[in-house]
């Protein structure tokens, strides 16, 4: 069975304090890893696909990356609008769903 | 940008009653989703729909939910007798052709209904 675990549950920055969000997942087979950007109330906002171990991918200060086990999202020089919640999730080959972790929820202080 | 449209954006019931949720996805695309969220849980996974049939469901998805594309436009998510543990945010997402589903495009998420169950 599909499984997604992401760690922390919770993390703290000050604002320009970099660090990174862990994602630990096990499919079958991967068709693809996402991350999602979610506010409180609102549905998930896509931020990143990624496809295969080695790849990278980078907006403004988020930059994504894939192992055959984990991915990380790194965020550099956070701003406190960075505050949200912070999704990965997989999807396997020949699939319809997309599976969810809980998320880390990330706080930025000014 | 398009964006799918849920409506209600709450609902209060009563439990027992049925309940329907609605959502418009973006107008080209093809596959459907619905997905949940209890508060301070993880997102997730209901059903999919292509073609006019469920695609693929998870074991939260019992006999109480139906989901309906009435005409060319509405999603619909139906609960027929609702319990307290239904109590949650749904929503409703959409992807576009089948090129899109294999290549991992995004998922387009609606800003939810949030169902309470009393």
């Known amino acids: 069975e599909d499984q997604v675990t992401q760690s922390p549950e919770a993390l703290r920055l000050q604002e320009g304090e970099s660090s990174s969000l862990n994602c630990s997942y096990t499919v079958s087979g991967l068709r693809g890893l996402f991350w999602y950007r979610q506010d409180p109330g609102k549905g998930p906002e896509f931020l990143f696909t990624?496809?295969?171990a080695g790849e990278e991918k980078e907006k403004e200060r988020l930059k994504a990356t894939l192992t055959k086990k984990e991915s990380f999202l790194h965020i550099t020089a956070p701003k406190p609008e960075d505050s949200a919640t912070y999704l990965c999730a997989v999807r396997d080959t020949g699939g319809f769903k997309t599976i969810f972790g809980a998320g880390t929820r990330l706080f930025v202080k000014a | 940008e398009p964006e799918v449209t849920q409506t209600p954006s709450h609902q209060v019931t009563q439990m027992g009653q049925e309940v329907i949720l609605r959502c418009v996805p973006i107008s080209n695309h093809l596959y459907f989703y619905w997905y949940r969220q209890i508060l301070g849980q993880k997102v997730e996974f209901l059903v999919s729909?292509?073609?006019?049939?469920?695609?693929?469901k998870s074991e939260i998805f019992d006999d109480q939910f139906s989901v309906e594309r009435p005409d060319g436009s509405n999603f619909t998510l139906k609960i027929r007798s609702t319990k307290l543990e239904d109590s949650a945010m749904y929503f409703c997402?959409?992807?576009?052709?089948?090129?899109?589903?294999?290549?991992?495009?995004?998922?387009?998420f609606g800003s939810g209904t949030q169902l309470s169950v009393l």
């Open positions: 997402a959409s992807i576009g052709d089948r090129s899109s589903l294999y290549a991992n495009e995004k998922l387009f």
């Open positions: 990624l496809y295969s």
């Open positions: 729909f292509y073609n006019n049939e469920i695609s693929e």
